[in-house]
């Protein structure tokens, strides 16, 4: 007897038919009854022999043992053959996934378990995944180099990696996966993915809604309607997370209106027919709109007077029922409570709602609790900043009395100094009793070295490299050490410091710095930027800083540095080859005497200070909070320059709506010469030309760099022949004219913009529009002596000569002499060569408005800036459009 049996469970098998006894009843004639004897009895049925197992034999294994495969069955020898036994033995093994077929087959008891086994999968391969990068798919399979193929898994893999691109709103991705089959038993599994477009949100549906607009609650919704100028916008793309959210945007929307009884009766996503975009439906009710009844405080907490606690609610009887303003005044009386040292205090609105008044009455009841104060403060996490630079920033100590004003202001400090997480919180746990607080800090560090190095190309400097190194936390003391050095076609620098903010660990900071700057400035003319004076300055400065309080903070600081400013001789000089008699020196002509004046060593000893109030909410980017700074420098103290130097700032910044964050700043300054140098009748200001105010680009955006004030120009002329008249005809293309800013004794200078929020996805993107509008001038110096200078015959030698004038000759063609008189007597015209203007010294304002984006692209930081002058007076020299761009690496 033979039986097998395999993998698809069909059975074969030898089956017996017993016997038929047929009861006959009734006379039967002689012959039949001889014939009935004459037929053999009926023999009884036998039973098929039992089979015993007598052996188990595995045969087609290649990596797994013979008696690995036999543990995997229930199967042994010297047990009965059944063949629920033998099919019992091929779940068991295809259990394993570790077989492609297997096959059982008895052979009057010797039985031999057939086995192919499944491959391994020698790698995974991703194809067609453009949207989502390897390293975000491969977490999602579990299907690994070395591990044993099952059909299962490769489905299981396939599932997660589809929910992974309908997390990113992709419904229509495909993905399809492909063996490649190897020599010894192993595969090359291959994902080939077709990822789809994007699916959006072609529309949003609100049944039911008669109080709001179908606009108007849209608006409230993060998820938006897919429109062309919504490129930008991430809330396009489908999200199921997301719609839920908006259900509860929804709902907070008209609890704010007064609609308490309001509710989201379904929200249904259903696929276009062409399976790419989603339209949502939404079917609400709306309700009733309440108003507020009776509002009232009851308080158990005997330092909080019930009745005057009410008089400061914001909601009055009468007003519509609004649930952000419940909200807000429960945490309002929260803070309120831990502000006296009610930490644990129970604040819990009990709402009396009359639905036949249409009325909302509720009674905010503040428990009972003991005043708690500060038990321990421990610190978690810190494994290279020292305890003692976050501990100082704490501004509650041990024993103190419980201020959640001064916890929050804590977290904010902490937070500020750069070295830890941004979501960082001071947690609050109940102390060894009641009346005692335990406060946490959990911390994690971040990298405080910086190195960076930096090239790019700016409108105002050309090409710009930039190095530096930075540790924000040196030996994890909070202590700063910095070096930075930069070059372009304008400046040159280089600079080393050191910050110690805690001074033997009391709250003084000490700073210096040690550096060297080289300017080169220059003016426009044709086009072409020129070179006009340099500057190369080296100097050191001290500054010692303490905090009078919690927002205001007082500066102390000493300056030396030594100036050399220079004049290119060969362009600027007279006599540039040396030959003539006179010594070299600055020639007024060529050079302009206010430049003659600047020339020269200057060594500037200073003493200042700064006093600043800051309580926004971040430095660099701030959302909310003012700040005023005056700021005084005294230079005098020793050295060739004496002056006073006073500049005051202010800035606010706040929320109107929404995220929208908007900005305004102010400041302006004096500069007030100590030293009558007396060349004021020469046209020469008693504070030099390098100490004064400047403005334009890019602190006035829509003007170019120094574009903004007083300046002097050198306007060049052409002789022309006009009705047959010799003249004088001045250029008046903007590049023909040679200019030079000349800055001036004030300055003041505004800003208002206003920062647009963008979605999620422009936001990953680093991008941060805003509109701006600055206003601001400088002027007030001393008048120069402006020139005319002629136009003058060269000699044979080289050197200039009488000076020409214009005439027309008998062709009509204009002509130069240095005969001033025609031959009828009358007088000819002076050739100029230029003459110089002096414009721009005005206190009124200049205007601009404009359109500017930051964004942190993957090749550095950009910022560009379309900004129109719409006040300027004449000499300004504007610029519609500046931008800056650099690469890290």
């Known amino acids: 007897m033979k039986n097998i049996s395999r993998g698809n469970f069909k059975s074969f098998g030898i089956y017996l038919m017993g016997s038929t006894a047929l009861a006959v009843t009734g006379t039967m004639t002689p012959a039949l009854a001889q014939t009935v004897s004459a037929t053999p009895a009926a023999q009884p049925e036998v039973a098929a022999p039992v089979e015993t197992i007598q052996s188990i034999t595995v045969v087609g294994t290649q990596r797994l043992e013979s008696d690995t495969v036999r543990s995997y069955i229930r199967l042994r020898t010297g047990q009965p053959w059944t063949q629920v036994a033998a099919d019992q033995a091929l779940k068991d093994l295809y259990a394993t996934e570790l077989f492609a077929d297997v096959a059982v087959r008895n052979n009057a008891g ?23 990068k390897n390293d975000k798919i491969e977490p999602e399979i579990k299907l690994a180099p070395r591990q044993i193929y099952s059909r299962s898994k490769v489905r299981a893999d396939v599932a997660r990696i589809i929910e992974l691109y309908k997390r990113q709103g992709r419904f229509a991705a495909v993905v399809e996966p492909k063996l490649v089959q190897l020599d010894q038993n192993r595969v090359d599994i291959v994902f080939e993915i077709i990822e789809g477009p994007k699916s959006k949100v072609q529309q949003i549906n609100i049944i039911g809604n008669d109080k ?82 009776d509002v009232k405080v009851e308080s158990q907490i005997r330092d909080f007077d019930s009745e005057r606690l009410t008089t400061t609610l914001r909601m009055k009887k009468g007003d519509w029922y609004d649930a ?13 409570a831990g502000l006296f040292g009610y930490a644990f205090a129970d604040v819990n609105p009990d709402f009396q709602r009359d639905k036949e008044t249409l009325t909302m009455g ?21 494994t290279l900043t020292q305890d003692k630079v976050v501990r100082r920033e704490f501004r509650l100590n041990e024993g103190d009395a419980f201020n959640s004003i001064q916890v929050k202001r804590t977290a904010e400090r902490i937070k500020s100094l750069g070295y830890f997480q941004e979501d960082l919180e001071v947690e609050q746990a109940q102390g060894s009793a009641p009346d005692r607080i335990i406060l ?19 409108s105002i400097e050309n090409f710009i490299f930039q190095g530096s190194i930075r540790q924000r936390n040196f030996r994890g003391l909070g202590q700063e050490l910095r070096t930075n050095i930069s070059y372009s076609s304008y400046s040159k620098s280089a600079e080393i410091g050191f910050t110690e903010p805690y001074l033997f660990d009391r709250s003084i900071a000490i700073s210096g710095d040690i550096f060297r700057r080289d300017l080169n400035s220059f003016n426009f003319f044709n086009n072409q930027r020129n070179t006009t004076y340099k500057q190369a300055t080296t100097g050191l400065q001290v500054r010692v800083g303490v905090p009078v309080n919690e927002f205001i903070y007082f500066q102390a600081r000493y300056g030396l540095s030594q100036d050399d400013i220079s004049l290119d001789e060969n362009t600027f000089f007279s006599d540039p080859d040396g030959t003539g008699p006179l010594p070299r020196s600055c020639d007024p002509i060529v050079a302009g005497r206010f430049l003659c004046d600047a020339i020269g060593k200057r060594l500037t000893s200073s003493i200042g200070y700064t006093l600043l109030y800051d309580d926004r909410d971040n430095r660099i980017r701030p959302t909310r909070g003012q700040s005023f700074g005056i700021s005084q420098d005294f230079a005098g103290l020793g050295g060739d320059v004496k002056y006073v130097k006073t500049r005051i700032n202010a800035d606010k910044f706040w929320k109107p709506f929404g995220n929208f964050v908007f900005g305004l700043s102010l400041e302006g300054g004096y500069i007030h010469p100590l030293e009558d140098r007396g060349l004021t009748s020469q046209g020469i200001d008693d504070v030099r ?41 001045p250029l008046t293309d903007r590049n023909q004219i040679q200019d030079d800013a000349v800055g001036g004794r004030f300055y003041y200078l505004g800003r208002a913009e206003l920062q647009i929020p963008l979605g999620s996805g422009a936001r990953e993107l680093g991008l941060r529009p805003s509109l701006f509008v600055d206003v601001g001038s400088v002027f007030d110096v001393t008048r120069p002596i402006l020139q005319t200078v002629p136009q003058r015959e060269v000699l044979a030698n080289g050197t200039q000569g009488a000076p020409l004038y214009y005439f027309v000759d008998t062709d009509g063609k204009l002509q130069t002499s240095t005969t001033a008189i025609n031959a009828n007597g009358s007088t000819r015209v002076a050739a100029l060569r230029f003459e110089e203007r002096f414009l721009g010294d005005s206190w009124k304002p200049r205007l601009s408005v404009g359109f500017g984006v930051n964004w942190n692209s993957p090749f ?7 900004a129109r002058a719409l006040l300027k007076q004449e000499g300004d020299d504007t610029k519609l459009f500046t931008f800056n761009v650099g690469t890290q690496f």
Do not use: C, H
């Open 440 to 458: 946490t800090t959990n911390v994690e560090e971040k990298a405080t070295g910086e190195l960076s190095l930096s090239a790019g190309f700016s």
């Open 689 to 729: 030309l390098t100490d004064r105010f400047y403005l334009g680009e890019p602190q006035m955006r829509g003007f170019d760099i120094r574009g903004v004030g007083p300046r002097v120009q050198r306007v060049f002329f052409e002789g022309q022949v006009v009705n047959g008249v010799a003249v004088n005809a």
């Open 324 to 336: 952000k303003m419940v909200e807000d005044t429960v945490e309002s009386l929260s803070e309120t």
């Open 110 to 132: 010797a039985v031999v378990i057939e086995v192919r086994e499944n491959p391994v999968v020698n790698r995974i391969i991703l194809e067609g995944n453009k949207r989502i």
């Open 860 to 866: 550095g930081p950009f910022r560009i800036d379309i």
């Open 362 to 382: 509720i009674t905010f009841n503040v428990a009972e609790s003991p005043r708690v104060f500060v038990e321990r403060i421990d610190i978690n996490g810190n």
């Open 212 to 293: 709001f607009s179908d606009g108007q609650l849209r608006g409230e919704m993060v998820t938006k309607q897919a429109r062309f100028y919504r490129f930008f916008s991430s809330g396009t793309s489908y999200d199921p997370d997301r719609l839920a959210f908006d259900q509860q945007k929804l709902r907070q929307f008209y609890l704010t209106q007064g609609y308490a009884d309001f509710r989201v009766v379904s929200a249904v996503a259903e696929l276009t027919p062409d399976k790419q975009d989603f339209i949502i439906t939404y079917v609400v009710e709306e309700g009733d709109r309440y108003k507020f009844g």
